[in-house]
């Protein structure tokens, strides 16, 4: 009995214990989810509170349920600017994922000379702000004040307008390709890095090239870290603003307020007005990223598995 008694006052004292220390991780996550959900899902909450109202001139603001959602699924601006930035991934991501694979490639190997600087120098555009970025190569692109007006005149010809409506999407993705390659190849070269060296001392001993052991040895172990860079630049793709945004005041006639869903959604809420319609526009094309990037990662987790 006096066993069994002790057994119940202890399993009593462990008892506050326990919660005590349950109460632990939630103090250290705590600052953490407090600003997640101020920043991040008071923010979602609030769009998707907004984007079932409609704010009339006669009326004021009404409940309207799904015919925000049911207007912009028909509506030929936002997918004209959705198929845009479709295209634009298809064809931006893929050069610039290469580029950033072949340079990681070529400092891993060793036989770069100044390779330090090298991958500084690749990193360093990463470093400067995309508006920045944007505007150093709208100048240059500029045919009558810029790199490409210069040219024209120094040469005596008449190289095509970067900024003209059929090329205003190529230099607006030579300007992202130039800003990201060095982020995403960073992410390819240290994935390199923790390769065990004595794999490749394995090959050459067994009489493998550098071609052999890029394929066998390097090119597998990088298909986690290239399907990351890939999700994040599917992403980075549909979110594209900055860029056309900027560029929109050094050409106004090729770049429309519904480029992109992004610019076409900032639009409609700092231009239009229409703050209940451009929150339903921004929804919309989050679902549409978030189902396009989970595509993607269960097609590469296959292709892994």
Known sequence: MASAGLASVTALDRAPARRRRSWVGWRFVGPFMAVFALVFLAPIGYSLYLSVFRTRLVGGTTFVGADNYAKALSDPQFWSGFGRVALFLAVQVPIMLFLAL???????SGRLHGAGFFRISVFLPYAV???????????????RFGLVG????????????PLSPDLILASIGNIVTWEFVGYNMLILYSALRVVNPSLY??????????????????LPALRGPLLIATIFSIIGS??????????KTMAPNSITTYFTPNLYAYSLSFAGQQYNYAATVAIVM????????????????????
């Open 238 to 247: 549909f979110q594209l603003f900055n860029e056309p945004r900027i560029l």
């Open 150 to 161: 210069n040219l024209n005149e120094a040469l005596g010809v008449t190289l095509p307008d």
């Open 286 to 305: 989050g679902v549409l990223t978030m189902v396009v990037a989970y595509l993607v990662q269960l097609r590469g987790a296959r292709k892994a598995g």
């Open 102 to 108: 072949l340079v990681a490639l070529v400092i891993d």
């Open 129 to 143: 702000p995309a508006v920045v970025a944007t505007l150093i190569w709208g100048f240059m692109y500029g045919n």
């Open 201 to 218: 001392e394995a090959a050459e001993m067994d009489g493998a090239g550098q071609v052999r052991i890029v394929t066998a040895i390097k």
